[in-house]
């Protein structure tokens, strides 16, 4: 019933930035928490960041502290991620994902049910 559909990626050089769109259809974000991973090929699915719905609670990766930012926008149904300073390490395919009660923050992809296509973000060294 929910479809998640993220936009946004593609190449930039290191120190530059990018921001992530994730649209969502069939459901509001009201019911569900929100979150953005991204996996490297030949690597596992990494947390990125999440944010609840309820509070407007964000919880970040140590690896983005600081450079990334959750963040939404109601009227649209959209969930963004501003991505600044990056760097080649930041290369991956990244999806966004919802899931669970928009009251708690998770960080495990098994707590999330849905998930987009993903964006392929590409940073040059």
């Known amino acids: 019933q929910v479809h998640l559909v993220e936009s946004g990626g593609g190449l930039v050089q290191a120190g530059g930035s990018l921001r992530l769109s994730c649209a969502a259809s069939?459901?509001?974000?009201?019911?569900?928490?929100m979150g953005w991973f991204r996996q490297a090929p030949g690597k596992a699915r990494e947390f990125v960041a999440a944010?609840?719905?309820?509070?407007?609670?964000?919880r970040y990766a140590d690896s983005v502290k600081g450079r990334f930012t959750i963040s939404r926008d109601n009227a649209k149904n959209t969930v963004y991620l501003q991505m600044n300073s990056l760097n080649s390490e930041d290369t991956a395919v990244y999806y966004c994902?919802?899931?669970?009660?928009?009251?708690?923050?998770?960080?495990?992809?098994?707590?999330?049910?849905?998930w987009g296509q993903g964006t392929q973000v590409t940073v040059s060294s």
């Open positions: 944010m609840t719905w309820s509070g407007g609670r964000t």
């Open positions: 994902a919802a899931g669970g009660s928009g009251r708690f923050i998770y960080t495990s992809p098994f707590d999330y049910d849905t």
């Open positions: 069939g459901r509001t974000f009201s019911t569900n928490t």
